[in-house]
Nanobody
Framework: QVQLVESGGGLVQAGGPLRLSCVAS????????MGWFRQAPSKDREFVAA????????DRSDSVNGRFTISRDNDKNMVYLQMNSLKPEDTAVYYC?????????????????WGQGTQVTVSS
């Protein structure tokens, strides 16, 4: 059984940093690409970043490009989202997801497994 568990969310002031973590279990972690999405109240789940199986390729949305960095450690079955220069509009529940191939990673419906989410709140 695949399980994804996010952590690291919290309350932070605008301009500050935060690092999210997601630990995976139940499958060979390096066999899958990973992604981060976020969902604010009354909004659809939104793509944030994705990373290929061994980290050679990454992708980020325009809204976070230059501020957020995705990385992974396959030895620890972990994927990270380093968030810098946070803005109030970054406030959302952040989810990590697992996708079988590094293709179509910007679409939420391509992901097979999701974590339970971690809340990020950025105060102005």
């Amino acid at each position: 059984q695949v399980q994804l568990v996010e952590s690291g969310g919290g309350l932070v002031q605008a301009g500050g940093p935060l690092r999210l973590s997601c630990v995976a279990s139940g499958r060979t972690f390096s066999s899958y690409a990973m992604g981060w999405f976020r969902q604010a109240p009354s909004k659809d789940r939104e793509f944030v970043a994705a990373i290929s199986r061994y980290g050679a390729s990454t992708d980020r949305s325009d809204s976070v490009n230059g501020r957020f960095t995705i990385s992974r450690d396959n030895d620890k079955n972990m994927v990270y989202l380093q968030m810098n220069s946070l803005k109030p509009e970054d406030t959302a529940v952040y989810y990590c997801g697992e996708i079988s191939k590094y293709r179509g990673t910007r679409r939420a419906n391509g992901y097979v497994y999701w974590g339970q989410g971690t809340q990020v709140t950025v105060s102005s």
